[in-house]
């Protein structure tokens, strides 16, 4: 996970300056994965993005048959489609660890 596409992606920063949001974010991800040990949904997350990402090429196999234009497109529409959906995942584990952390540091 690369927490530097997750700047400007919280509410709870807005207001921080890039710097310091990756600072906390790096240290969401430490809590996030090691303190509330997420790393399992982490890859359930990647599991299901890929199988997302892996349906759309195949049904296009399936009603198109071998037609290279058609096929090549449903390949891309996938890889987006399974970009899109492991950021917003991961965003959700990593907003679990920013929960984790603020409140931890509010005490």
């Known amino acids: 996970m690369n927490t530097k596409d997750y700047i400007n992606y ?3 920063l807005d207001g921080k300056d ?16 090691v303190v509330q040990r997420l790393s399992a949904k982490s890859m359930m997350f990647m599991f299901a993005s890929i199988v997302m990402g ?3 090429p195949a049904l ?3 009603l198109f048959g071998n ?4 096929n090549a497109l449903s390949i891309g529409i996938a ?8 950021k917003r995942l991961n ?3 990593l907003k679990q660890g920013l929960d984790g ?3 931890d540091n509010d005490t």
């Open 67 to 70: 037609d290279i234009v058609t």
């Open 60 to 62: 296009s196999l399936i």
């Open 10 to 12: 919280f509410p709870e």
């Open 54 to 56: 892996a349906i759309f």
């Open 18 to 33: 890039a710097n310091e949001q990756f600072t906390i974010l790096e240290k969401a991800r430490y809590h996030a994965f």
């Open 101 to 103: 952390f603020l409140s």
């Open 79 to 86: 890889i987006f489609i399974c970009l899109t959906v492991n």
């Open 91 to 93: 965003g959700l584990i």
